[in-house]
């Protein structure tokens, strides 16, 4: 596709419920980077994938929450039992190469989860 | 830990001045990149300029600019000649070795026509 895509755009669900957000990176991107934006904030990292291996999951909050990238492409970040405090803006970046810094970070529109 | 910090929540400035938005930050590494990233009310998230910790010669884009300060580790970005599609949140953010952009807070930026 043209850019990064992250569906659904909204998400609301009660507490307690497991919720599954989809990250589609540009195509041949091999870094797929997770971030979390509470509002007010700045980003926090929550995962890094490298093709299909999860290189880097020390963001992750809890055991709640989990990711994968099972062909190196689509990625899903699951959370299990949701709680209001998960409430926040879950963003979805790719880039080409496997360092961020040397080229340009693709940011999708994020998915903007609500818990009740 | 590297941390970013940005002590202006609000700033605002009349259309076609130039503002001065801060960040400094904090790191043992001498080799990372610094970033500059706009957020507008439709939350996208927008590289408007990057700097690499090597280089000297501070990073420009078109009317922006920063003034990279790497002993001081202060990271500022200068708007010139503000717009109104200029007013967003604007976040300064850190990659050093691992894989994590480290953001800070934010400002908010406020154009006033």
């Known amino acids: 596709g043209a850019g990064v895509s992250q569906s659904p755009r909204y998400k609301v669900t009660k507490r307690g419920q497991d919720v599954a957000l989809r990250c589609d990176p540009i195509s041949g991107h091999v870094s797929l980077y997770w971030y979390r934006q509470a509002l007010g904030q700045g980003p926090e990292f929550l995962t890094y994938?490298?093709?299909?291996?999860?290189?880097?999951k020390s963001g992750l909050p809890n055991d709640r929450f989990s990711a994968e990238r099972p062909e190196g492409s689509i990625s899903t970040l699951t959370i299990q039992r949701t709680e209001q405090r998960d409430s926040a803006m879950y963003r979805c970046?790719?880039?080409?190469?496997?360092?961020?810094?040397?080229?340009?970070?693709?940011f999708g529109s994020g998915t903007q989860l609500s818990v009740l | 830990a590297q941390t970013v910090t940005q002590s202006q929540p609000e700033m605002s400035v009349q259309e076609a001045e130039t503002v001065t938005l801060s960040c400094t930050y904090d790191?043992?590494?001498?080799?990372?990149?610094l970033f500059w990233y706009k957020q507008p009310p439709s939350r996208q998230m927008i590289l408007v300029i990057r700097?690499?910790?090597?280089k000297q010669q501070n990073a420009t884009e078109n009317r922006f600019s920063v003034n990279f300060q790497k002993a001081a580790k202060s990271f500022s970005l200068k708007i010139s000649d503000s717009q109104l599609g200029d007013a967003a949140m604007y976040f300064c953010?850190?990659?050093?070795?691992?894989?994590?952009?480290?953001w800070g807070a934010g400002t908010k930026l406020i154009i006033k026509p």
């Open positions: 700097q690499e910790a090597y």
């Open positions: 994938f490298n093709y299909e291996a999860q290189q880097d």
């Open positions: 953010a850190y990659l050093g070795s691992n894989y994590q952009l480290i």
């Open positions: 790191t043992s590494e001498s080799d990372y990149y």
């Open positions: 970046a790719s880039s080409w190469g496997s360092r961020a810094g040397n080229e340009k970070l693709f």
